[in-house]
């Protein structure tokens, strides 16, 4: 046990990985906590995203992963600091929530990979299956950090946006979470849970959706007020427009907006963070190279 910055930091032993714990000093567990991750935590980390692209290239399930991992972490508040990415959507309580229709299928599809890989707890696996369904199809290299603590706690229903409002509502919604305009012109596509496409193609990662709202009324694609918001909004507006024109541009500030999303009310060690970014990008150029000649 040692104190910095007035505060205890307390540390054990499992499963020969040390992991340290950020307590109060009376002693009561805040909700950002921290995780010292050893060597083979770090090397389960690498397994399960292996697991994680077989699996969701093979059953083409890209999206609800994607979904899982931002319904998990999209309940987060900055004021209370409670919620976020804590692995809790997968209480019965939780994943029943109107908002979060249907994720149990991606819950048990999740059971698969969190069967071989046991150490893994299930905040990270969650927000790990999100990344990889990112880059999975075609989207951007999204920096994943592991230590993230699992929670069996569940906030109240009506945290997550309600695609049947308007700006206001998100604006509301994506603050309570400690993010900007911005993020919400990076990242409403994937969040609403309602059924039907957003675009020609829903298992390719591209700024098409942006595209298609500029074009007003797109035959049998899906357009709800939520949607119709980004291009009326002045302020939402003026991000559908770059990245209409910029799918780089797209790609760039959808990874920084995906990572600080599913990093919520989790604080990464800046050591670890330096330490395992190399190694996990290069993981993830590997896992895509094994992935695409398997498929060949």
């Not at 900055?78 to 997968?90: Q, Y």
């Not at 998100?170 to 849970?193: K, P």
Request: proline share 4%; glycine share 8%.
């Amino acid at each position: 046990m040692s104190v910095v910055g007035g505060r205890v930091w307390v540390y054990e032993q499992c499963s020969a990985n040390w992991k340290g714990i950020l307590l109060d000093r009376d002693g009561d567990e805040p909700a950002i906590r921290r995780r010292w991750c050893g060597k083979e935590y770090v090397k389960e980390i690498e397994r399960a995203r292996r697991d994680l692209r077989a699996l969701i290239s093979s059953k083409n399930c890209a999206p609800i992963m994607l979904r899982l991992a931002w319904h998990d972490a999209g309940t987060y508040d900055a004021k209370t600091k409670t919620g976020g990415p804590n692995g809790s959507i997968r209480n019965e309580a939780e994943y029943k929530h109107p908002a979060n229709n249907g994720l149990k299928i991606a819950i048990d599809l999740c059971e698969e990979v969190k069967a071989k890989h046991q150490k893994i707890t299930y905040a990270d696996l969650y927000q790990l299956a999100g990344v990889v369904a990112v880059e999975v199809t075609g989207g951007p290299t999204i920096d994943f950090i592991p230590g993230r603590k699992d929670s069996m706690i569940s906030p109240e229903e009506g945290r997550l946006p309600d695609a049947n409002k308007g700006a206001s509502h998100l604006r509301n919604v994506f603050n309570r979470m400690g993010l900007s305009d911005q993020d919400i012109g990076r990242a409403h596509r994937e969040r609403s849970g309602f059924e039907g496409p957003w675009t020609r193609d829903p298992l390719k990662f591209d700024n098409s959706y942006f595209v298609e709202l500029l074009k007003g009324d797109s035959g049998g694609l899906l357009k709800l007020p939520t949607d119709k918001a980004l291009v009326e909004d002045p302020e939402f507006r003026k991000y559908v427009n770059l990245y209409a024109k910029d799918e780089e541009a797209f790609f760039k500030d959808y990874a920084a907006s995906h990572k600080r999303l599913s990093e919520l009310g989790f604080s990464p060690l800046s050591s670890l963070a330096s330490g395992l970014k190399k190694t996990l990008t290069a993981v993830a150029v590997a896992a895509t190279l094994v992935v695409e000649l398997s498929m060949k």
